[in-house]
């Protein structure tokens, strides 16, 4: 009996320790964990689409974007071991020809994690144009973002970020350097796993290291200007066997279909 009580208390105390543990950090790709690649996006009643290619490690490599099967935009990432270091930006439109239009380049910390964002503009010397800076919670979580503007030394506009279950629930945007709060936004999920994180295209950005796909979302207005097609949108998706969304349909009337590569 003794025993028993023990392994009860025991187990009774892994469940209460669980409770105050932060959950860990994103590990995207999530591509290679489940071994499900995402091939392509098909948006509905668009002239466009987008294709993803992988390199030899089973990272996104490249997206090319089409217009009625025409490649005409692509995104080539380059990485240094399992860190994406930038991603090019070349365009081959009818009236231009083939050139890089922008350079993102990703700066980590000792930890790891990116903080800061460079946007590069190759027409200009490959000046920096802006920066995108990020701060992060103990449990390495994106908190905070900023967008930066050198050329006259100011934010153009912060956000704060709220998570819960590996997803953001809640978001703040402010005017400039978190001077004035313009929007609040809501956010609940479903079950369906997060393409924009297996793909791994955008490590950066805290919107896409959301868990799930987003299923509700609503905003509170501050400024008196912000003109939704929908408040509260809600979205429906159709899922595979490996929760991988195969349909999204926004709220907005927008939808989109992917094509995944499971093995």
């Known amino acids: 009996m003794k025993r028993k009580l023990s392994l009860l208390a025991f187990f009774l105390c892994c469940i209460c320790a669980c409770k105050h543990e932060p959950e ?11 071994n499900c690649k995402l091939l392509k996006i098909i948006p509905v009643n668009d002239s ?6 992988y ?10 974007e089409l217009w009625n099967g025409v490649p005409r935009v692509w995104y080539v990432l380059l990485y240094s071991g399992n860190k994406m270091t930038s991603r090019e930006t070349w365009t081959d439109y009818p009236s231009s020809p083939l050139k890089m239009t922008r350079l993102d380049t990703l700066i980590y910390n000792n930890e790891g994690r990116i903080i800061e964002r460079q946007v590069l503009e190759p027409e200009d010397n490959f000046s920096v144009h802006l920066i995108y800076k990020y701060a992060y919670d103990d449990a390495g979580f994106p908190v905070t973002s900023q967008t930066y503007y050198p050329a006259t030394n100011e934010y153009w506009s912060s956000y704060k970020y709220l998570w819960e279950n590996g997803n953001i629930v809640k978001k703040e945007d402010y005017e400039g350097d978190f001077e004035y709060l313009e929007h609040e936004w809501f956010y609940e999920y479903g079950p369906g796993l997060n393409h924009e994180k297996i793909a791994a295209m955008f490590p950066e950005y805290p919107e896409y290291q959301n868990n799930n796909v987003v299923k509700f979302m609503s ?15 809600v979205h429906q ?3 595979n066997d490996y929760n991988l969304p195969t349909r999204i349909h926004y709220g907005w009337d927008n939808e989109i279909e992917l094509i995944w590569d499971c093995q």
């Open 24 to 34: 860990p950090a994103p590990t995207p790709p999530q591509s290679l964990l489940l």
């Open 48 to 53: 466009k689409s987008y294709t993803y290619e």
């Open 55 to 64: 390199n030899s490690s089973g990272r996104l490599s490249k997206r090319i």
């Open 219 to 233: 905003a509170k207005d501050y400024t008196g200007l912000l003109d939704l097609l929908c408040n509260p949108c």
């Open 237 to 239: 998706y159709d899922l």
